[in-house]
């Protein structure tokens, strides 16, 4: 293959068809464990800052396939956006991922993260409004994780579709902020209810001063915009005296719980900040 500048072209390479044709495979294989019942969900919880206490869960997606294995999201999402099962996928989730959360104790938020191409389709608010019916899932415990990619075309019609569903009582997430093309503008602009900081800030503050003060900058703009803010990918209990000077509203990662299939609610007990 080969990649010239402006006109960019590329030469026969045998791999690609290979590509191409494990790509299909890979399609089939998702649509069909998808109608199976072989996709799985699994819930992260997050944590209010100031006690500890559960606040909710994060929906994420598993897929384990008899032949190829376990294949990660980062690998079957994208793949589902590539080769439209996005809104099959996107849909299982939601209505997987609301149907549990209504046995969930009232208080307790789901939320579920949502695909550009998904979040893009003309019918989004309609399936969301049959699924909140359907599971009988309260929208005021709904959040919806979206990037900031979703802004790439016709902003002002996203900012339209957003302001309509959170007139149902579903809320707005901004997922892996900071890592994209961010335009500041997007927080201004629209009504976003939270931010969620991208684990990457915390990593690198903690080796790198600068990168700490851009962390802290960040939080403080969420707050300031009178947005909730979580700080993702906490790891270890070194980070916990960083993390409780930013102020966030709620904190996330494997050191306060790791995505599992069964929730046991009950099992949630605060975590003592210092140990
Ligand atoms: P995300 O939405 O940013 O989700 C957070 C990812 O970070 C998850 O990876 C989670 O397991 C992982 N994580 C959580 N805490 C920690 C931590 O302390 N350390 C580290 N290293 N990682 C942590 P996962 O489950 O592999 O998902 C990857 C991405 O795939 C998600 O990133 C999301 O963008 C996408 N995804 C997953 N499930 C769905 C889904 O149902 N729908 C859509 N549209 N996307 C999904
Ligand atoms: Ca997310
Ligand atoms: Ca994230
Ligand atoms: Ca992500």
Same mark, same amino acid.
């Given at each position: ?23 299909? &495979? ?23 800052? +100031? ?26 999402? *994208?793949?589902?956006?590539? +080769? ?20 969930? *104790? ?18 989004? &608010? ?8 359907? %599971? ?10 979206? +990037? ?9 019609? &996203? ?19 900071? %890592? ?15 931010l969620k900081i991208d684990r990457s800030f915390l990593q690198q503050a903690e080796r790198d001063e600068s990168a700490k003060k851009v962390l802290q900058t960040i939080a403080h703009l969420g707050t300031q915009l009178k947005m909730e803010t979580t700080?993702?990918?906490?790891? %270890? ?19 306060f719980g790791r995505p599992q299939q069964v929730i046991d609610i009950g099992g949630f007990i605060a975590r003592d900040v210092q140990r």
């Amino acid at each position: 293959a080969k990649n010239s500048g402006k006109n960019c072209y590329r030469v026969f390479d045998p791999s690609m068809n290979e590509q191409v044709h494990r790509m299909n &495979i890979m399609r089939e294989a998702l649509d069909k464990d998808l109608d199976n019942g072989a996709l799985k969900l699994v819930f992260q919880p997050f944590f209010k800052s +100031t006690d500890h206490s559960l606040a909710g869960f994060e929906a994420l997606a598993r897929w384990e396939h008899e032949e190829f294995g376990f294949v990660p999201p980062d690998v079957f999402i *994208p793949l589902a956006e590539q +080769t439209g099962l996005i809104n099959k996928l996107g849909d299982w989730a939601l209505r997987e991922g609301c149907y549990i959360a209504s046995f969930w *104790p009232s208080h307790m938020k789901l939320a579920v993260n949502v695909s550009v191409p998904q979040f893009q389709q003309e019918c989004f &608010i309609d399936r969301l409004e049959d699924i909140l019916r359907e %599971t009988q899932m309260e929208a005021n415990r709904l959040e919806l994780e979206i +990037t900031e990619a979703v802004f790439a075309d016709n902003p002002d019609a &996203i900012n339209e579709k957003i302001s309509k569903i959170k007139r149902l009582g579903v809320s707005f997430s901004l997922d892996d902020f900071g %890592t994209g093309f961010s335009s500041l503008m997007y927080l201004i602009k629209f009504p976003f209810d939270k931010l969620k900081i991208d684990r990457s800030f915390l990593q690198q503050a903690e080796r790198d001063e600068s990168a700490k003060k851009v962390l802290q900058t960040i939080a403080h703009l969420g707050t300031q915009l009178k947005m909730e803010t979580t700080i993702e990918g906490i790891e %270890t209990a070194e980070q916990l005296p960083m993390i409780s000077e930013l102020n966030c509203t709620y904190l996330q990662g494997y050191y306060f719980g790791r995505p599992q299939q069964v929730i046991d609610i009950g099992g949630f007990i605060a975590r003592d900040v210092q140990r």
